[in-house]
């Protein structure tokens, strides 16, 4: 379920406090939220906490929603944000940490289990994860969110020319990484 | 731009998933988090153990030597054991391998004949030697055991007069 438009209703009975209104806002948006947490970081536990993070920023800062714009648009630069946050924060020491304790692990899954979380799904992400964060976060808007560019260039303030720019570039890093796949769906 | 392969990919691949349930339980009731950085802080603390403990494994390793005191000092360096390999000792050195265990194998040559003799910690303590049988003897809280040759002759090893067999 997602709002229809704008629900001035749900939106001023959220900043009086209704926990009921604040529900259906929640239910309405939990799993876009998510999605995009989770294709953007490509790990369930982060995707967790970029998802907790923006339902609380939410809530706590929704008298400064004044409704120019959309909600949704309003909504999607909180996850944005919080997104490119997370990943400046954290992004390069745990690459970092993650490349060094494989060398110390051992392989943990079997072929079987491989197959059992999709290989395919596991490539893209990884493909994914490798993409600079401005590039990466117009895939995911784009692809996860079937966003188009003028309401992707609204979320991340920027032109439709620089959206199409980082989408294209995005792309190219992606064919080639992508390559063994491609004649799955061609 | 896009290619047609990529497109139904991505799509299909970077497609919504459902929130998990206790997403809602997690934003009713925000449970104290580690902070990235103190998450980062634990693996690499995690590493730095994992690392300490892989450097200080006891392992095997070899060196080939034929200088009885840079042996000796080898030996000493790995396995804490001392050897007093003579230098005047009428053998010739060939090496040596030190062992996890704490143990050390030496190997030399005696008229051309090979022979190697592992040291060991003794489980007790005696001044001068003591023969358990002809291949192992005890000096010093130490243990000799010779393969090739009788444990009197390795004794030439640290000392150019072999001590008596008991």
Known sequence: MVLEGLDFEIIHACRRGEADAFRVLFEAYQDKVYSIALRYSGDRTTALDIA??????????????????????????????????YHRRSRRIRVMVEDALSAFTAPRETALHDLLRSEV?????????????????????????????????????????????????????????????????? | ??????????????????????????????????????RLRLALAMIAAVATAWALHPRTASFDSQGASEMRAWVMDRTGLDVPLSPAAPIRLCGSTAFGNGSAEIRYKL????????????????????????????????SYTVSGLDAQTACILCHVDPPAMN
Not at chain 1, 124 to 153: F, H, K, N
Not at chain 1, 155 to 179: D, F, P, Q, Y
Not at chain 2, 112 to 134: C, G, M, N, P, W
């Open chain 1, 52 to 85: 907790q993070d923006v339902f609380l920023k939410l809530l706590s800062s929704m008298q400064d929603f004044r409704g120019e714009a959309g909600f949704e648009s309003w909504l999607y630069r909180l996850v944005v944000n919080r997104c490119l946050d």
């Open chain 2, 1 to 38: 731009m896009n290619k047609n392969w990529l497109g139904p990919l991505l799509d299909r691949n970077l497609r919504p998933v459902a929130a998990p349930e206790e997403l809602w339980e997690r934003v009713c009731d925000p449970r104290p988090r580690p902070k990235p950085v103190l």
């Open chain 2, 111 to 142: 008229r051309d004949r090979e022979a190697r003799i592992l040291v060991a910690k003794a489980e007790r303590y005696t001044q001068s030697h003591e023969f358990v049988s002809r291949t192992s003897s005890i000096l010093r809280g130490q």
């Open chain 1, 121 to 186: 799904e596991e490539q893209v992400q990884r493909s994914i994860d490798r993409l600079a964060p401005e590039q990466r976060i117009v895939v995911v808007l784009r692809y996860t969110e079937g966003m188009s560019y003028d309401q992707i260039a609204e979320i991340l303030g920027c032109s439709m020319g620089t959206v199409a720019s980082r989408l294209n570039r995005a792309h190219k890093a992606l064919e080639k990484r992508l390559a063994p796949l491609r004649r799955m769906y061609e």
